[in-house]
């Protein structure tokens, strides 16, 4: 699908702006903020505001074609990745790496069977886990 196609699919209006920062963001494979966006984009794109890349950002979440993710260090940071998936933040890189696990998943579907949680339907689940990222020639993976 291309960048034009997804903006259709949701309503949104093939802008240069909305096209640049969406390309920009779904080659970072990272989950940057809009500050990085902004400083990829803007050699080729001088004219283009950061306010203006927060702006579209927001737009994306609201409609769906990004999510937003949480970063301890308070900065507000942004995934393409649509597929279910857990993030692990690395207080100190500041890093958030994806992971994916179905058996966790099920594990956490089968806890709230188990506990009869029946007032709820999972729609999806994002677990976050925080903690350092390790040298591992250094240091213990798990203490």
């Known amino acids: 699908m291309t960048l034009r196609?997804?903006?259709a699919a949701v309503n949104l209006k093939a802008t240069h702006q909305r096209l640049t920062i969406l390309a920009a963001i779904e080659e970072c494979h990272t989950h940057p903020s809009p500050e990085k966006i902004h400083k990829?984009?803007?050699p080729g794109n001088p004219t283009i505001s950061l306010a203006t890349v927060y702006n579209t950002l927001e737009t994306f979440a609201r409609v769906g074609l990004i999510n937003k993710v949480?970063?301890?260090s308070g900065n507000l940071r942004y995934d393409p990745n649509l597929q279910?998936?857990?993030h692990i933040y690395c207080y100190n890189t500041d890093e958030i790496i994806d992971y994916y696990d179905e058996e966790l998943n099920k594990?956490?579907?089968?806890?709230f069977k188990k506990k009869k949680v029946n007032n709820l339907k999972i729609k999806n689940i994002t677990l976050n886990i925080n903690g350092d990222k390790l040298d591992k020639?250094?240091?213990?993976?798990?203490k």
Request: hydrophobic share 55%; aromatic share 4%; charged share 25%.
């Open 5 to 7: 196609d997804k903006l």
């Open 40 to 42: 990829i984009i803007k």
């Open 70 to 72: 949480a970063s301890l």
């Open 84 to 86: 279910a998936h857990g």
């Open 107 to 111: 594990v956490i579907i089968d806890f």
């Open 137 to 142: 020639t250094k240091d213990v993976i798990i």
